[in-house]
């Protein structure tokens, strides 16, 4: 869908002009208030040919959503009612529907509206002090831990899922007028194929009970449960011109308890558990740690010949890793702006086992400290496909980059230069590397749509 890429006005009129399952509008709102040039909008399917999940039907999300099935939004429990009307259950509602939101969802709402805090989801067993008391390495060692302080955790765990993760049903989309935030939640989609999420800010999807896992790397690390949106045993998924941050309680200014930061955060957008035909398209993602697992584990199984994934028109800014970390799948990553600094980066691309990257008209900008052989990191895997990407760096001209010879120049063992497959499903066809600030820079993210 080229307009999307040259102008707002363009933007606008593409979208409005887009033929499939929209029912015609007509002046006025729907039942539920939401206007009907916005409904227009809302029910937009995925062009044809726009990445792994334009393949075999495509992707319509609500497209084909009764009248009665066109929600609007403004709280946790409006967003619950519109999913089905039970969060344990919405994951299976497979009526079609559209689900407009209008201001700021907090996942951290009661039903009454009131805000919960942490202390509120804990269970009365469980407190931080006690726990850092308990399972002080020093006191502990470096085992996991167990007993009633974790059983404890464990159930705080369980009760925070119940509030914050929001679980959604096949056949939905899921789309934000101006200004429209979800925060301290979940999108889970899991089991739950034909999904589109557009034009959202999702902010803050915190951990109130992270877990300490000592034998997580040399020295331990703090672990967190929840991501922004989680894609799981679903397919044709479609993630569009939505903005991922932490806002205002980002890691890095969490406390350090055992010598490592206290990670609150999870993934941005993770596709694992053999989910499969996602595109995740004009997306910025934002002053972020951790991003996007494609791909949960390294054990040979269901995943083999899952988890594609298309990354196209994106905007990664100065984030730090897992932009993204891939098992097994064949993941198209082309056209995306990549503007990276800060002392805690770690690497852009993760090369995972039997993962197949095709890396095509990429163009990195990097801080100072960072170098081309930085981009890639060998999680396990092979091989990573790396054509016409280009990097601004060391300030000096922007320039052609073979990221895996710059990988190979300072690494070992070597990385091959064909992941064994070269992706057929570009709409919009890829630009030169040059001209991807240009495209990505004005039209990422959230607030870009005229809803």
Not at 32 to 38: F, K, L, N
Request: hydrophobic share 40%; net charge negative; charged share 20%.
């Amino acid at each position: 869908m080229r307009p999307r890429t040259t102008g707002a006005a363009l933007v606008a009129l593409s979208l409005l002009l887009t033929s499939g399952t929209a029912a015609h509008a007509a002046p006025g709102r729907t039942t539920d208030g939401v206007p009907r040039v916005v409904e227009r909008l809302a029910r937009q399917t995925l062009p044809a040919g726009d990445g792994w999940a334009a393949d075999g039907p495509g992707t319509t999300g609500g497209a084909a959503a009764a009248p009665d099935q066109v929600h609007l939004v403004r709280s946790r429990a409006d967003l619950v009612r519109a999913l089905g009307g039970d969060n344990a259950t919405n994951k299976s509602n497979a009526t079609p529907k559209v689900i407009v939101v209008d201001g700021t969802v907090d996942g951290f709402a009661a039903d009454d509206g009131h805000l919960l805090g942490c202390a509120d989801l804990a269970d009365p067993e469980y407190s931080l002090p006690a726990y850092l008391a308990a399972y002080d390495p020093a006191v502990w060692g470096m085992v996991p831990p167990t007993g009633a302080l974790e059983a404890a955790r464990v159930r705080s765990v369980a009760n925070q899922t119940r509030q914050t993760q929001i679980n959604v049903g096949p056949n939905t989309t899921i789309v934000g007028r101006h200004g429209a935030v979800l925060t301290g939640l979940t999108l889970m989609i899991d089991g739950a194929s034909n999904v589109i999420v557009r034009n959202l800010t999702f902010d803050d999807a915190r951990d109130c009970f992270p877990a300490w896992s000592p034998t997580d790397g040399a020295t331990g690390n703090w672990n967190s449960q929840y991501d922004q949106i989680s894609v799981r045993r679903s397919e044709h998924v479609w993630v569009d011109h939505n903005t991922f941050t932490d806002g205002d309680n980002p890691d890095s200014a969490q406390p350090v308890y055992f010598g490592r930061p206290y990670q609150v955060h999870d993934g941005s957008l993770d596709v694992t558990h053999t989910a499969s035909l996602v595109t995740a398209s004009y997306n910025r993602f934002t002053g972020r740690d951790k991003l996007m697992l494609i791909g949960s584990s390294n054990t040979v199984g269901p995943d083999v010949g899952r988890l594609k994934v298309t990354l196209h028109h994106n905007l990664f800014d100065r984030v730090l890793q897992r932009l993204p970390r891939v098992r097994f799948g064949q993941v198209d990553v082309y056209n995306n702006w990549y503007r990276l600094g800060g002392d805690d980066f770690a690497y852009a691309i993760g090369v995972g086992v039997q993962s197949a990257a095709y890396v095509e008209n990429n163009f990195f900008t990097l801080d100072a400290g960072i170098a081309p052989g930085d981009l890639l990191y060998d999680w396990g895997g092979t091989a990573v496909t790396t054509r016409g990407n280009w990097v601004d760096a060391d300030q000096a001209l922007p320039r052609p980059v073979d990221l895996v010879a710059a990988y190979n120049a300072t690494h070992d063992p070597d990385l091959g230069g064909d992941a064994g497959w070269t992706p057929t499903l570009r709409a919009p066809q890829a630009v030169p590397a040059p001209l991807v600030p240009l495209v990505v820079g004005p039209f990422t993210g959230a607030g870009r749509l005229p809803l």
